[in-house]
């Protein structure tokens, strides 16, 4: 049945479209307007020819100003102090110097103050976070093309992370990384810090600033002088990486098929795994590889960063007719590929010292030489019971800046067997050699071979 569409209905719905539209226009250029004192482009200034060498965003927080910003902004700033400045443009062209109080590298943070007089303008913090679904509203300098504002939505805190981001469905693009995300009363609710592109950004939550700010406060009150940032970084890399490692050894470890072993899968959320595997019959050797990955580091500067866990198994099987010396060159060719998963210039990183070892390790089934024969399980089909032998390289290399902490590179290659072979690997960088001792013995046992 034909039905005549309802013409002044429809103008009525869209002449509400506009008027929301309108308002809406409205709405950000008030916001605009109004906040607009309180943004700032944050400017890395290379000392000795006077030019930028770095830009991002910041907005002032308090009548004294104290500007935040990223951490990421200013890190040049902090390794090399002698070479770079901080300075300042407001959105009405005003300029000047920038002193660096306080750092989290962990959640990509820094504070600032304005040196001289500060600006009039400043910004609140929220208490609440917005509700799902909500729209906010990023500010930012993208691409050094003057201060923009771009309205998203509020999608809570990001899964699959060692580290709490907010989910952005907005464009926060380069330049706009310190600048702030407000809700509707113009209240920071989180700092832009990255993007995935494709309306998928990330914002640091504004309850992450708060903490940074208590602690500047707390060490003001207590009379002591200038922060020293070195060392509340390391302590930051300390308390980060024991966080991780608790995460880590505390969960439940999930075992998952891979060739004839038993492999690590999905230790946590933050960790991702992913698969691939060769079906080219021409090919003399198959191979099936399961690599895992937690999704964020901790950016230190440009040439350096820390806070990886990756772990990955590559199973190789070859037909029972290739010699065994063919399956072993191209073995050895498959594993000259591996390298650190994180990245350390010469500045940052001793060299990788590392020990090389034949192990051995029980087969799933084997005889496990306890006393009591009823507890021994029985052998597989294939009747091997003999103890798989590994040739292991376990690497470490020391943060020259950080005491204590290492990048720690592990890899493991069954030789046991002429045409089936099981590779192991693993980065961990920034750990104490406690965790990452913890994390070798856990990693180990957990494997198992039929």
């Known amino acids: 049945m034909y039905t005549r569409p309802n013409y002044r209905a429809i103008m009525s719905v869209i002449a509400l479209l506009f008027i929301a539209s309108f308002a809406n226009a409205q709405s950000y250029e008030q916001l605009y307007s109004d906040y607009r004192g309180s943004l700032y482009q944050i400017r890395l200034i290379e000392q000795s020819s006077n030019s930028k060498a770095g830009l991002g965003s910041g907005f002032q927080i308090s009548p004294d100003g104290l500007i935040v910003t990223n951490y990421h902004v200013v890190s040049e700033a902090v390794h090399d102090p002698e070479r770079y400045i901080l300075r300042y443009l407001s959105v009405d062209g005003k300029k000047g110097d920038l002193e660096l109080l306080d750092v989290d590298v962990i959640n990509d943070l820094a504070i600032l103050r304005q040196k001289g007089e500060p600006g009039p303008d400043s910004l609140r913090l929220a208490q609440n976070p917005p509700s799902r679904g909500e729209t906010i509203v990023s500010m930012g300098n993208p691409l050094d093309l003057g201060m923009t504002i ?21 464009s926060i ?62 302590r ?9 490692i608790d995460q880590i050894l505390n969960a439940d470890w999930q075992l998952r098929p891979l060739g004839d072993a038993l492999v690590v899968g999905e230790i946590v959320p933050a960790i991702q795994c992913w698969g691939n595997s060769t079906d080219d019959e021409d090919e003399p050797i198959q191979q099936v590889a399961k690599g895992c990955t937690g999704q964020d580091v901790v950016y230190l500067s440009e040439t350096f960063d ?42 940052d990183v001793t060299e990788f010292n590392c020990k090389q070892q034949f192990t051995t390790h029980p087969r799933n089934g084997a005889d496990q030489s306890t006393d009591d024969s009823s507890t021994q399980k029985p052998p597989r089909a294939n009747g091997n019971t ?24 592990y890899v493991s290659l069954t030789v046991d067997q002429a045409n089936r072979a099981l590779v192991s690997h693993f980065t961990l960088s920034g750990f104490t050699k406690e965790s990452a001792s913890a994390f070798t013995d856990k990693f180990v046992s957990e494997i198992q071979w039929h």
């Open 150 to 170: 771009v309205p998203g939505t509020y999608n809570g805190i990001a899964t699959g992370s060692f580290y709490d981001r907010i989910h952005f469905s907005g």
């Open 173 to 234: 693009n380069p330049g706009m990384s310190g600048g702030p995300v407000v809700n509707r009363n113009g209240e920071v609710v989180g700092i832009n810090v990255a993007t995935a592109g494709n309306q998928i950004s990330f914002l640091v939550p504004v309850d992450k600033l708060v903490a940074l700010l208590a602690d500047f406060r707390k060490e003001m009150t207590a009379g002591n002088g200038p922060i020293a940032l070195q060392p509340v970084i390391n």
């Open 236 to 244: 930051q890399l300390h308390n980060n990486q024991q966080r991780i």
């Open 306 to 347: 820390t806070g990886r866990v990756e772990y990955e198994f590559f199973w190789l099987e070859s037909d029972d007719t290739l010699a065994s010396s063919r399956f072993y060159s191209a073995y050895e060719d498959e594993m000259s590929g591996f390298y650190p998963g994180n990245s350390a210039g010469e500045d």
């Open 386 to 409: 003999e103890p798989a032998i590994a040739r292991t390289s376990f690497c470490v290399r020391r943060y020259k800046e950080f005491p204590d902490l290492y990048d720690v590179f």
